[in-house]
T-cell receptor, first 114, second 108 residues
Framework: EPEVTQTPSHQVTQMGQEVILRCVPI?????FYWYRQILGQKVEFLVS????????KSEIFDDQFSVERPDGSNFTLKIRSTKLEDSAMYFC????????????FGDGTRLSIL | EDQVTQSPEALRLQEGESSSLNCSYT??????LFWYRQDPGKGPEFLFT???AGEEKEKERLKATLTKKESFLHITAPKPEDSATYLC?????????FGTGTSLTVIP
């Protein structure tokens, strides 16, 4: 069964550095998402992406964050000038034709900011 | 403010002991309610989508129902392999809101 893959599984970065989290969504899916989950807290929506542009973003997704689909298979989340509070699990997800279809999640990247 | 609340936070059941998990929501313009299962160290795994009040979906020992204000995930005769955290999420417009989940432990 097709799956969403995320790399790396764990990323350790110094505060103030830039980090790029990578995702390969399911190949025929059209909608792509990033979420984060701070340890012990709920999953939080960051951004959705469709047709090569952001379709929706949450209040969390400020100028520090950006997303990109650099080629036909990868979907990336860039965090500039990381802060301690950016430490979290980041999940990528993708869904089929419509935005209210089930989302399929990767197993996440654990981001640790030192 | 849009909100999703799940109860109970944790539930311990004996194998075969049926129960229900609750997800109540206050959002405007519900476009879908989703149930996911999350195992430790893994991403959420899709279980069900419900789109309108009165809708029901069933899969093996799980059954999800939806009203205008809440959804239930019924677990019939659970097995130890059903132990996981069950997450509820709602889509309002193009925003997605998750609850904090119910951690289910099924004891053999």
């Amino acid at each position: 069964e097709p799956e969403v893959t995320q790399t790396p599984s764990h990323q350790v970065t110094q505060m103030g550095q830039e980090v790029i989290l990578r995702c390969v969504p399911i190949s025929n899916h059209l909608y792509f998402y990033w979420y984060r989950q701070i340890l012990g807290q709920k999953v939080e929506f960051l951004v959705s992406f469709y047709n090569n542009e952001i379709s929706e973003k949450s209040e969390i997704f400020d100028d520090q964050f950006s997303v990109e689909r650099p080629d036909g298979s990868n979907f990336t989340l860039k965090i500039r000038s990381t802060k301690l509070e950016d430490s979290a699990m980041y999940f990528c997800a993708s869904s089929d034709k419509y935005s209210n279809q089930p989302q399929h999640f990767g197993d996440g990247t654990r981001l640790s900011i030192l | 403010e849009d909100q999703v609340t799940q109860s109970p936070e944790a539930l311990r059941l004996q194998e075969g002991e049926s129960s229900s998990l609750n997800c109540s929501y206050t959002v405007s313009g519900l476009r879908g309610l989703f149930w996911y299962r999350q195992d430790p160290g893994k991403g959420p795994e899709f279980l069900f989508t419900l789109y309108s009040a009165g809708e029901e979906k069933e899969k093996e020992r799980l059954k999800a129902t939806l009203t205008k204000k809440e959804s239930f995930l019924h677990i019939t005769a659970p097995k130890p392999e059903d132990s996981a955290t069950y997450l509820c999420a709602v889509q309002a417009g193009n925003q997605f809101y998750f609850g904090t989940g119910t951690s289910l432990t099924v004891i053999p």
